[in-house]
């Protein structure tokens, strides 16, 4: 059974820095496209970064301070989070769709995981 598990949430202070994790089961990451997605309190879930299943990456949301990768061995992927801000504050999902090409929006994606929390405050 196909399952994506995140990690890595949590609490920071702006300008501090959180590396989130997507470990899945039931499937081999390197033959999906992974998403990362963000949803604020009252907020719609909008597209954090991509990684397309060729190794394409995309950044939706202020590219210079994300950093997705993957580690095939693991079977994870992974968002870095450096020079965060309020604004960064959400639950943060991944999510998997079939194809090579990376799409910005969430109804796009088939599969999800149950999100983790970041939360940027001083």
């Known amino acids: 059974q196909l399952h994506l598990v995140e990690s890595g949430g949590g609490l920071v202070q702006p300008g501090g820095s959180l590396r989130l994790s997507c470990a899945a089961s039931g499937l081999t990451f390197d033959e999906y496209t992974i998403g990362w997605f963000r949803q604020a309190p009252g907020k719609e879930r909008e597209g954090v970064s991509c990684?397309?299943?060729?190794?394409?990456k995309i950044y939706y949301a202020d590219p210079g301070r994300f950093t997705i990768s993957r580690d095939n061995a693991k079977n994870t992927v992974f968002l870095q989070m450096n020079s965060l801000n309020v604004e960064d504050t959400g639950v943060y999902y991944c999510?998997?769709?079939?194809?090579?090409?990376?799409?910005?929006?969430?109804?796009?994606?088939?599969?999800w995981g149950q999100g983790t929390q970041v939360t940027v405050s001083s």
């Open positions: 990684l397309s299943q060729i190794g394409t």
């Open positions: 999510a998997i769709r079939g194809g090579t090409a990376c799409r910005r929006w969430w109804n796009e994606y088939d599969y």
